[in-house]
């Protein structure tokens, strides 16, 4: 079988291929790894699948992945960076680093509806065909996955930054799952059948924090003068975001929930909490518009005479996905041994609307987050209870296979090749520059 990169190939819209050095011998143990484990990466998918667990509190699916890796003989670190969800694996030694993170937490009420059990799964896989590989060769180099736990709005990732997780690392790679998604119109692959996923994709910075009213209580009917109405505050700064929402552009988001509202309606509420989340472009763009929410909360708080305090809860920075990397698993994906090929246009793909705190590790460490589409009926987007079923599925873990294989050569083209790693660590450097201080 076909299995080395073939650099004189014609590049897919938009993009360059990088130059890389077959390693056949590396990437068929690599191959042969993943296909081998297949039961044990099919076992652990159902149980992260059937077992949903939220943010920080994935302690089944910390244990049993824990517990996958020593009983294949691997060393790992559990509740690792002072996270009790978090875990550590690594491979090899000397040379650079490649980490594969692993998502396991799920949503409230609606399980796996943005199928991290599959994310989990094709990190996993692709950590075990690295480290295969590596032991296969003795060469330099070290594979390691992370397990992050609370990607869904409690920043784990964050914390494992904070923690120093990622400061000796040379790249990071993860693969997420999606509906399938027509390509751009505009965009022509050569006769290619239509892509199975997306190797770059950008996403919005977001920043999200809780807001409280305070007022006065008093007897709504006997002496309502006496009172100060957070429930008033709380809903006329929600009026005036709706109104600010027709001045700010397509890609800005701003949403939000009243978590306290008040208890008795005799009774003026004297206490309430919403909390909002605002998207942009960049973090930089997103703290400007957080900035004009507070404006409308400020307004409110003056209308009614309360008082209005802000506790941040987390800021999930912009996706910044490195071209070179994108590149490799683009050209992985599309040999005949994995024979998935997925869109990787740098010059028309839009940026999703969501946010992930893989955002983060992009700004501090070359990093990688490919798409790669699951069969789902019409409306079953993430975060429904319909593509909660479909990320399930025996073809949904055998997609996230592929997306693994696609990684796992990607990483062996970065430890093992002096100049991809160069031109991974220029890019990063040049794109950092751009603007250097918007968040570290």
């Known amino acids: 079988m076909k299995l080395a990169n073939d650099a ?7 993009r360059s291929v990088p ?18 484990y297949d039961a044990e990466l099919r076992g652990i998918n159902k149980k992260i699948f059937d077992n949903p667990e939220l943010g920080y509190e994935e302690f089944q699916a910390h244990d049993s992945i824990v517990s996958l890796l020593r009983s294949l003989k691997f060393e790992v ?26 998502e396991y937490d799920a949503l409230p009420d609606i399980g796996h509806a943005c199928g991290h059990n599959l994310i989990a799964t094709s990190s996993i896989a692709s950590f075990l065909g690295v480290a295969a590989a590596l032991r296969s060769s003795n060469t330099p180099g070290r594979v390691r996955l992370y397990g992050t736990p609370a990607e869904e709005g409690g920043g784990g ?10 400061k000796d690392v040379d790249a990071c790679l993860m693969v997420h799952p999606g509906p399938p998604m027509p390509p751009p119109r505009s965009l022509d692959y050569h006769g290619c059948c239509v892509p199975s996923g997306s190797a770059y994709g950008r996403t919005l910075a977001s920043k999200k924090f809780n807001v409280t009213f305070t007022g006065q209580e008093a007897h709504a009917a006997m002496a309502p003068f006496q009172g100060r109405n957070a429930l008033d505050a709380v809903v006329l700064g929600y009026n005036g975001v709706s109104m600010l929402r027709q001045q700010t552009r397509p890609h800005d988001r701003i949403h939000s929930v009243i978590m306290s509202g008040g208890t008795r309606p005799n009774v003026i509420t004297s206490f309430t909490k919403t909390q909002y989340c605002v998207r942009s472009d960049t973090l930089k763009e997103a703290t400007a518009l957080e900035t004009r929410v507070k404006a409308c909360m400020e307004g409110a708080a003056t209308a009614t005479a309360c008082e209005v305090d802000y ?4 800021a999930y920075a912009d996706l910044r996905p490195n071209r070179t990397i994108c590149c490799l698993y683009a050209d992985a994906m599309a040999l005949p041994c994995i024979d998935s090929p997925v869109a ?15 955002g983060n590790v992009s700004y501090v460490v070359p990093s990688f987050h490919g798409g790669f589409a699951i069969p789902c009926p019409p409306g079953a987007y993430n975060h429904t209870k319909g593509f909660t079923a479909c990320a399930g599925t025996d073809e949904a873990h055998k ?28 890019e990063f450097k040049a794109d950092r520059a751009l603007d250097e201080k918007e968040l570290y």
């Open 77 to 102: 670190t559990p509740h690792a960076f002072g996270v009790q969800t978090s875990f550590s694996c690594e491979v090899g030694s000397g040379g650079r680093v490649v980490v594969y993170n692993a």
């Open 8 to 14: 004189s190939r014609e590049a897919g819209p938009g």
């Open 344 to 358: 990787c246009d740098f010059e028309h793909a839009p940026p999703v609307p969501g946010s992930t705190d893989q």
């Open 19 to 36: 130059a890389t050095k077959p390693a056949m011998a590396e990437q068929e143990v690599a191959m042969r790894a993943i296909d081998g």
């Open 157 to 166: 990732k964050v914390r494992l930054i904070d923690a120093g997780a990622y």
């Open 399 to 426: 997609l996230a296979i592929d997306a693994a294989k696609g990684m796992a050569m990607a990483g062996l083209a970065i430890l093992n090749d002096e100049a991809v790693a160069a031109k991974i660590w220029e």
């Open 311 to 314: 506790e941040v809860d987390n």
